[in-house]
């Protein structure tokens, strides 16, 4: 299998670091293109083997897949420069939740799969999202959750819950982080507990936390009744969890689906011109 990246900012040089480390890519099956050449010629040096391109067009051509790690309002120009190198049977992924399927398949001559990544890959864990179009083949699905399988669990959903469970998977450890971030503070401000003592302790517990959840099989609804003693400290801060988080994750997801109609609306209009030469 050879695989092209284009673009390896932040999660395009995730997925290219994740495959190598798990073993799932050597070097060598790799090239990437990156709008700054530099950035992927230093991807290169740190991996030898790894091809660095100056064009999108030859980062795309004869690959078995490639994937376009761009932000959302540079997905048209990159797919004006690569749909004379593509071939019907090569598979593109997407990895921008504002891209839809519709769009790649009118677009592009060839197979086409959305897939949402997440940074626990880094970690060789977490959740990939995969959406598949309608001209992919079975051997393709399997080849690509195969490799998306060394660094995560795949898991297929319809495009129509894109957003939500990108939430969950995708943004949900900035989220998680954010809130542990702020409990460590609260307990460095409140009781002067050093900071490295405090971040060790909170850690621990979410990582524990994580293997009741997905190694013993408990739900959190399972941990929080076997940690909170009625009566005792555990449920008095529930309660006042429980009253101060009222509807704040139901806002949450408001506001990241309101993004989300404002970024697919941009994509809309720089989609909405006519075909070029092919």
């Not at 319809?158 to 939430?167: C, G, M, Q, W």
């Not at 307990?187 to 936390?209: H, K």
Request: glycine share 8%.
């Amino acid at each position: 299998m050879n695989v092209g990246f284009i673009g390896t900012g932040s999660m395009g040089g995730m997925l290219v670091e994740a495959f190598i480390r798990s073993g799932a890519l050597p070097p060598e099956a790799i090239t990437v293109a990156n709008r700054t050449y530099a950035k992927a010629e230093r991807l290169a040096a740190r991996h030898p083997g790894l091809t660095a391109v100056r064009s999108n067009a030859e980062a795309a051509a004869g690959r078995d897949i490639v994937f376009l790690c761009v932000k959302p309002l540079d997905f048209k120009p990159v797919i004006d420069e690569i749909r004379a190198s593509v071939q019907p049977e090569q598979l593109i992924v997407s990895i921008t939740s504002p891209v839809l399927l519709a769009h790649l398949e009118e677009w592009l001559p060839c197979r086409v799969a959305k897939v949402i990544p997440s940074i626990t890959n880094l970690a060789l864990g977490g959740v990939t999202l995969v959406i598949y179009g309608s001209r992919v083949e079975p051997g393709q699905m399997a080849m690509l959750e195969g490799l998306l399988s060394h660094i995560s669990q795949p898991v297929r959903i319809e495009e129509k819950h894109t957003r939500v469970a990108s939430d969950l998977s995708s943004c949900g450890p900035a989220f998680m982080a954010f809130v542990l971030e702020r409990f460590v503070d609260a307990a460095v401000e409140e009781t002067g507990i050093r900071r490295e003592e405090a971040e060790r302790l909170a850690v621990g517990m979410l990582l524990g936390t994580g293997r009741l959840l997905a190694g013993e099989g408990l739900t959190a609804g399972e941990v929080i009744r076997r940690v909170s003693v009625p009566g005792g400290i555990t449920a008095a801060a529930l309660k006042l969890l429980d009253a101060e988080l009222d509807g704040v994750f139901n806002r949450l997801i408001r506001t990241t689906h309101a993004k989300f109609r404002e970024d697919l609306a941009k994509v809309e209009q720089a989609f909405a011109v006519k075909h070029g030469p092919a």
